[in-house]
């Protein structure tokens, strides 16, 4: 069973930056797409961007130019980083990865993380 450990994020004010990391542990296979997602308040949970396994993120439009996502293979470990943040990206963030086995994807979850933008 896969499961994963995220760390990091919290508080920041706006126009400042930090980073969320998430690592994989439970399986001695590879894992294909690796990213986050994020839930505010009241609202549904969205995409904020993926990355391939070799390493090609893609962002929602929110985010682009402002959020950074990168991956090592070697670790299972997933990253964002959030710069120049606003009080919209306000949420809490959930990682994932995918994993195909025998023709079948499975999406596994982080435990989520709170990071508040505020002054």
């Known amino acids: 069973q896969v499961q994963l450990v995220q760390t990091g994020g919290g508080s920041v004010q706006p126009g400042g930056s930090l980073g969320l990391s998430c690592v994989a542990s439970?399986?001695?296979?590879?894992?294909?797409?690796m990213g986050w997602y994020r839930q505010a308040p009241g609202k549904r949970r969205e995409l904020v961007g993926g990355?391939?396994?070799?390493?090609?993120?893609t962002y929602t439009d929110s985010v682009k130019g402002r959020f950074t996502l990168s991956r090592d293979n070697t670790k299972s470990t997933v990253n964002l980083t959030i710069n120049s943040a606003k009080p919209e990206d306000t949420a809490v963030y959930y990682c994932?990865?995918?994993?195909?086995?025998?023709?079948?994807?499975?999406?596994?979850w982080g435990q989520g993380t709170q990071v508040t933008v505020s002054s």
């Open positions: 994932y990865v995918d994993q195909v086995i025998s023709a079948k994807n499975t999406r596994y």
């Open positions: 439970g399986s001695s296979g590879s894992y294909n797409a």
């Open positions: 990355i391939t396994s070799d390493g090609r993120p």
